[in-house]
């Protein structure tokens, strides 16, 4: 079968990390969005591979973008799923896997992102992603983690999801999977974002993700100018908290929520419950697909 991907020029890896972020899926307070613009603006990147947008990508729900000066149509700048190459602060090798998350020929995709990334001689993946969650913005943003039954290990070092849920899932679900088979470390890293600024940019679930990334994988990232916005936007919505006494009793009762269920990721078995929280969440994405342009209720 032919390869969904491209290889490109340049230098040949050093044991990388590769960390993944695909736009589409869930993304509460564009955590994972945050977490990865700070990435690939801290080092110069270069292109590996390019994955075949006809084959991957519907290009009506993700159009390209076209430029005209004065009238004249000067060229289109289409969607891709790349992989880049860079490096931490100290130097070490990262490759980082960018760009919508594919609608068609999943399966594929996946053995081909496995085979690419074996290739490069990645010792770790890392996802990045973000979920809303019963939490007050005046507590720390905790991290989750999933895992398949390969790399089980390296959830408890992040947070376990305490209990059982089913839930709609994106591309990264299956890659945990296949990484996994393909016996390399993997790990998703989610943090939870307080549901009520989940349609906003909250920097302090960037902030965490990359904290969260450098701790597990050994990473040296700087995460300062992110933890300074975060200090900025909790500002922000203290303020507007402030002015609504119903919204400040919401805070408290959430505070006092997750105070009782310290080391509980998702507090399931508290308020809300899992049923409930499986719910939101099922909302979020509804709306979430809704706004990419699909339609409400069609969950893959």
């Given at each position: 079968?032919?390869?969904?991907y491209?290889?490109?020029?340049g230098r040949?890896?050093?044991?990388?990390?590769?960390?993944?972020v695909?736009?589409?899926?869930?993304?509460?307070g564009?955590?994972?969005?945050?977490?990865?613009?700070a990435?690939?603006?801290?080092?110069?990147?270069?292109?590996v591979a390019?994955?075949?947008?006809?084959?991957l990508?519907?290009?009506?729900?993700?159009?390209?973008?076209?430029?005209?000066?004065?009238?004249?149509?000067?060229?289109l700048?289409?969607?891709?799923?790349?992989?880049?190459?860079?490096?931490?602060?100290?130097g070490?090798d990262?490759?980082y896997?960018?760009?919508?998350?594919?609608?068609?020929?999943?399966?594929?995709?996946?053995?081909?992102?496995?085979?690419?990334s074996?290739?490069?001689?990645?010792?770790?993946?890392?996802?990045?992603?973000?979920?809303?969650?019963?939490?007050?913005?005046?507590?720390?943003?905790?991290?989750?983690?999933t895992?398949?039954?390969?790399?089980?290990?390296?959830?408890?070092?992040v947070?376990?999801?305490?209990?059982?849920?089913?839930?709609?899932?994106?591309?990264?679900?299956?890659?945990e999977?296949?990484?996994?088979?393909?016996?390399?470390?993997?790990?998703?890293?989610?943090?939870?974002?307080?549901?009520?600024?989940?349609?906003?940019?909250?920097?302090a679930?960037?902030?965490a993700?990359?904290?969260g990334?450098?701790?597990?994988?050994?990473?040296?990232?700087?995460?300062s100018?992110?933890?300074?916005?975060?200090?900025?936007?909790?500002?922000?919505?203290?303020?507007?908290?402030?002015?609504?006494?119903?919204?400040?009793q919401?805070?408290?009762?959430?505070?006092?929520?997750?105070?009782?269920?310290?080391?509980n990721?998702?507090?399931?078995?508290?308020?809300?419950?899992?049923?409930?929280?499986?719910?939101?969440?099922?909302?979020?994405l509804?709306?979430?697909r809704?706004?990419?342009?699909?339609?409400?209720?069609?969950?893959?």
């Amino acid at each position: 079968m032919t390869s969904l991907y491209q290889r490109h020029g340049g230098r040949s890896p050093e044991h990388p990390v590769l960390v993944v972020v695909l736009e589409g899926w869930v993304d509460a307070g564009l955590g994972a969005d945050g977490a990865i613009s700070a990435l690939l603006a801290a080092e110069p990147t270069e292109l590996v591979a390019t994955f075949d947008g006809e084959a991957l990508l519907d290009q009506r729900a993700r159009r390209p973008v076209v430029h005209i000066a004065h009238g004249v149509n000067e060229g289109l700048t289409w969607p891709l799923v790349q992989m880049r190459l860079g490096t931490d602060l100290a130097g070490n090798d990262v490759c980082y896997l960018v760009g919508p998350e594919p609608d068609f020929r999943w399966h594929s995709f996946v053995a081909d992102v496995v085979e690419l990334s074996t290739a490069l001689g990645v010792r770790m993946a890392v996802g990045l992603g973000a979920f809303p969650a019963p939490a007050p913005h005046t507590r720390p943003i905790r991290l989750a983690a999933t895992a398949p039954p390969q790399s089980a290990e390296l959830v408890p070092r992040v947070g376990v999801v305490q209990g059982e849920i089913d839930v709609p899932s994106g591309v990264w679900g299956a890659l945990e999977l296949a990484f996994g088979e393909a016996g390399v470390p993997v790990v998703g890293l989610w943090a939870r974002v307080p549901h009520y600024v989940a349609g906003m940019a909250f920097p302090a679930a960037s902030a965490a993700l990359l904290d969260g990334l450098s701790a597990l994988s050994g990473l040296s990232i700087d995460s300062s100018e992110l933890h300074t916005s975060a200090d900025a936007a909790r500002s922000q919505v203290d303020e507007l908290i402030a002015k609504s006494s119903e919204h400040s009793q919401l805070v408290h009762q959430l505070e006092r929520n997750v105070d009782v269920a310290e080391g509980n990721p998702l507090d399931l078995g508290q308020i809300p419950t899992g049923d409930e929280l499986a719910a939101e969440l099922e909302r979020y994405l509804r709306d979430d697909r809704t706004d990419d342009g699909g339609e409400a209720g069609e969950l893959p």
